[in-house]
């Protein structure tokens, strides 16, 4: 089975504080995501990539970085928090495969509150 | 733009059936999948379509009309287990062909 880890299932910061969110899996996928879940929107793409060192901005990357300097590992970063930054964070890996349903597999996640 | 529209919340009754719809728009469609989430848990995979008509996996069936830009989830013999959140994704062309996620649909199941 996949299996998708991340670092903490609930975390509280202070607003200005550097966060770091770390992902792992363990299936050797090419792609990994980080989304951010609020209720009523759905899931959010925050950014993406596919290889090691690649990524790629998603639909609401303002406020975030990320690092993949191991093809296991995927970390999200809030340079500065915000208390709107405030929410459940979801990690992803699929295996990349084009033409394919690449269905996408998740972490527990992380649920953030920025104070 | 992109757009998912989906109902928030449906509520059935324990061992009947139920269609959870799903709209899009987009341009340069290339498929929907369906992923549900119990309260808590993490979204996880259900079903797919890449091309119209009914694909069944067990008791859940998914379908897809292209030409409607709608899809739909259908879960027969409900169970109290299937109480959870249920979401379409849409991947096109206009998505960089990453997912595009619906709000979420409640499912209710009442005994």
């Known amino acids: 089975d996949v299996k998708v880890t991340q670092s903490s299932r609930y975390l509280v910061k202070r607003t200005g504080e550097k966060v770091f969110l770390e992902c792992v899996q363990d299936m050797d996928h090419e792609n990994m995501f980080w989304y951010r879940q609020d209720p009523g929107l759905g899931l959010r793409l925050i950014y993406f990539s596919y290889d090691v060192k690649m990524k790629e901005k998603g639909d609401i990357p303002e406020g975030y970085s990320v690092s993949r300097e191991k093809k296991e590992r995927f970390s999200l970063i809030l340079e500065s928090a915000s208390t709107n930054q405030t929410s459940m964070y979801l990690c992803?890996?699929?295996?990349?495969?084009?033409?394919?349903?690449?269905?996408?597999?998740f972490g527990p996640g992380t649920r953030l509150t920025v104070l | 733009g992109q757009s998912l529209e989906q109902p928030s919340e449906v509520t059935a009754v324990e061992g009947a059936i139920v269609q959870i719809n799903c709209t899009y728009q987009?341009?340069?469609?290339?498929?929907l999948s369906w992923y549900q989430q119990h309260d808590g848990g993490a979204p996880t995979f259900l079903s797919y379509?890449?091309l119209d008509g009914l694909e069944e996996t067990g008791r859940f069936s998914s379908f897809l009309s292209r030409s409607d830009s709608y899809g739909y989830l259908l879960l027969q013999e409900l169970q109290m287990k299937d109480s959870a959140s249920y979401f379409c994704a849409v991947r096109s062309r206009d998505s960089n062909y990453q997912l595009i996620w619906g709000a979420g649909t409640k499912l209710i199941i009442k005994p």
């Open positions: 379509n890449g």
């Open positions: 987009t341009s340069g469609f290339y498929g």
């Open positions: 992803a890996s699929s295996k990349g495969l084009a033409g394919s349903t690449d269905t996408q597999y």
